[in-house]
């Protein structure tokens, strides 16, 4: 931040310094004395040509026989301050400026210019407070004059406010420079999303941050913190919304943002589009064909009523990596969507790593899906087989009875 001050100020205490030259001798009094108005035109011309060490000599030689006249002090005063910001010292630029400006004996437009150079000098070197005073000093002198004060001067104060973690008084003096300005920029408004960020209005930060997606469109990093705002304030439709533009503006990525698109998706009861952007960007390759995401896309599928699609999605996180509860899972599937030989087929040998609960799980699986194939003899030592687990022997044993009674 100091830096960024740093380079702002520049120009302005350049036009300050330029401005309290030969205009101010010749049309504002008091006039300078003659010995102070040579001294003053040849440190210009030794400022002209760079040679700032003699120009500091001469304008160091000068004070210290000026003690008499306070305009002729102010003004080499100012000069001096001038002088200093062009070497980069802003600590002695401030130093000067604000001396000058003690004297009291400056016209009032040179002075304006003098004290919004300081408090852009103290924003630089960090001074918050002393910035916010000679601007709070500059706005009650410029109510006296026929001279408005423009946008760039209400962003001053409020950026010193924002440093000093005032994000109260931080807000209208910006609202004002927004307002006033045809073209305002970018972080005018990146102050008022911090500020009413700070401060808890969530409303006013959606707000905000509404208009800088409407007026920067293709920056992502506004969709992406609007669609969080929603979230904290519960609006989660609005939230998916918002992402969902993003995913439309191909502007997602990685595939972590991808998966938190297709989970939203999911999470509000949206699961068939959820399964169908999942499917499109694991082909696409955004999002990794690991068996995590296949259990993912199963569940959507499964949420989407589309039971054929999830088993097919599941069979290809079993291939990945076999597991019991990947077997299970589809078998049960199998037995929903009425693929009983499939799923006849599909358990008869259980995965390696299953245990005996689960080998019981799926002979009973078998046998159900025996069952409603009308093939009673298979679904009764399916069954029988479940039966050698105690878990399962309550489950079954009334299966058992009964297809051994049809005999």
């Known amino acids: 931040m100091k830096s960024l001050w740093k380079s702002k100020v520049a120009s302005l205490i350049l036009f300050a310094g330029v401005a309290m030259t030969a205009p101010t001798m010749a049309k504002e009094a008091p006039q300078l004395s003659d010995r102070t108005f040579r001294t003053v035109n040849k440190v210009q011309e030794l400022i002209a040509t760079e040679k700032y060490s003699a120009a500091k000599e001469k304008l160091a030689s000068a004070l210290e026989s000026t003690s008499s006249k306070k305009y002729d002090r102010a003004v080499l005063l100012q000069q001096t301050g001038f002088l200093y910001s062009l070497q980069d010292n802003y600590v002695q630029a401030a130093k000067y400026f604000a001396e000058a400006l003690q004297l009291d004996a400056l016209p009032v437009p040179v002075a304006q210019q003098v004290r919004y150079s300081l408090a852009q000098l103290y924003l630089a070197e960090e001074k918050y407070t002393l910035s916010v005073k000679t601007m709070k000093e500059w706005f009650k002198v410029a109510e006296t004059t ?171 996180s079993y291939n990945l990596a076999p597991s019991a509860k990947t077997q299970i899972q589809i078998a049960r599937l199998m037995i929903q969507d009425k693929q009983y030989s499939e799923a006849t087929r599909f358990v008869e040998s259980a995965a390696s790593s299953a245990s005996e609960e689960q080998k019981a799980e799926l002979e009973y699986i078998r046998g159900m899906a025996y069952f409603e194939l009308k093939q009673p003899q298979k679904a009764l030592q399916a069954m029988k087989g479940a039966a050698q687990s105690p878990k399962f022997r309550s489950t079954v044993s009334p299966w058992i009875n009964f297809l051994e009674s049809q005999g």
Request: no cysteine.
């Open 146 to 316: 026929k001279e408005k004060p423009q946008a760039h001067a209400y962003i001053t104060l409020a950026s010193a406010y924002v440093q000093l973690e005032d994000y109260k008084n931080a807000i209208p003096p910006t609202k004002k420079a927004i307002a006033m300005s045809k073209s305002p920029s970018e972080s005018w408004y990146l102050i008022l999303v911090a500020s009413h960020y700070e401060l808890g209005q969530l409303k006013s930060v959606a707000s905000v941050l509404k208009t800088l997606t409407s007026k920067y469109p293709q920056k992502k990093r506004y969709w992406m913190q609007l669609s969080g705002v929603y979230m904290e304030l519960g609006q989660e439709r609005n939230s998916l919304a918002t992402l969902e533009m993003v995913y439309k503006m191909g502007k997602l990525e990685g595939e972590k943002e991808y998966l938190r698109f297709v989970n939203f998706l999911a999470y509000q009861g949206i699961p068939y589009k959820a399964a169908k952007t999942l499917e499109k960007e694991m082909a696409a390759g955004n999002i990794e064909k690991t068996k995590e995401n296949y259990d993912r896309l199963a569940s959507f599928w499964q949420q989407a009523k589309e039971l054929d699609k999830s088993i097919l999605a599941y069979k290809k």
